[in-house]
């Protein structure tokens, strides 16, 4: 018998403060950064545009109906993963610059350099990859649904680890570690396939992995190896869309960053001549 959710909104303090405070201090610095002479160049608009678009997604996967609804349906809480882990980080880092971080720019560099292996790529590879596995492991996913505590943790394993993976790509810092060549081509292929995997897994799987959604009502219709089958389905498309955009992204900004590479070793003959 179908069955209608509960799409109540939730609201809990803690993570209300943190993106509080998190969207207070970029708006402080956006408007500090907008005030000098080269504010529009240092700060432009649709970089406030795109962070504030991520604040609004990551107010939707944590208070929204979103939240409610992965409790009883999969393919919404599989929603709510993808934001968290890929869509969310990325709009957050595209909204960032390098004056705009200029406060804390002094200290990442010697942060990283502490962290050693686990400030590189590859760190961020396992840990992403690790966190979408292991968390799709039928009784840490079982527990995460039934109890808020385990819950709160997912979200935190997520949102770290999507940041972390994407700030090594995107991130408007020059890394030490930063991936040249066809680092980032490798970097995002192995990534996507490998989480990519489980998603297909999570598609074809004869029978409903977790007890949570098949002992529960048939939300939508939807049957538990049907609800299954649409969140592997949303993982692995979305997987391979968010590679493809990415890519076409890194290729861009590097012709971006090669033509002004080629600028300034001409401004630099032209003063060496005179």
């Known amino acids: 018998m179908s069955v209608s959710p509960d799409t109540s909104w939730t609201f809990a303090p803690g993570p209300a403060l943190l993106v509080a405070l998190l969207l207070g201090a970029y708006l402080w610095r956006f408007r500090a950064v907008r005030a000098t002479a080269s504010g529009p160049r240092d700060a432009p608009v649709w970089r406030l545009c795109v962070f504030l678009l991520g604040i609004v997604l990551l107010c939707a996967a944590l208070f929204s109906p979103l939240d409610v609804l992965g409790e009883q349906i999969f393919a ?77 943790l997912e979200h935190i394993c997520f949102t770290f680890g999507g940041g972390l993976y994407w700030w090594h790509l995107l991130s408007p810092i020059r890394s030490r570690l930063a991936l040249g060549g066809l680092g980032p081509v490798v970097y995002m292929v192995v990534t996507k ?58 290729f861009i900004r590097a012709l971006g960053e090669s033509d002004r590479a080629d600028e300034r070793a001409e401004r630099y003959e032209t003063r060496a001549a005179s």
């Open 76 to 152: 919404m809480h599989m929603v709510q993963h993808v934001l968290l882990l890929d869509i969310v980080p990325i709009l957050l880092i595209l909204g960032l610059t390098k004056v705009l971080l200029r406060p804390a720019t002094r200290g990442l560099h010697p942060l990283e350099r502490r962290a050693g292996w686990f400030g590189g790529p590859v760190f961020a590879i396992v840990l992403y990859v690790g966190v979408m596995w292991i968390w799709h492991i039928p009784a840490l996913y079982d527990a995460a649904v039934e109890h808020p505590f385990v819950h709160v």
């Open 193 to 250: 396939v490998l989480v990519g995997i489980l998603g297909i897994f999570l598609t074809f799987a004869p029978s409903a992995l977790y007890a949570v959604y098949e002992e529960g009502p048939r939300y939508w219709g939807l049957s538990a190896t049907d609800d299954q089958a649409l969140a592997g389905a949303i993982m692995a498309i979305e997987q391979s869309v968010v590679m493809g955009i990415a890519l076409a992204f890194l």
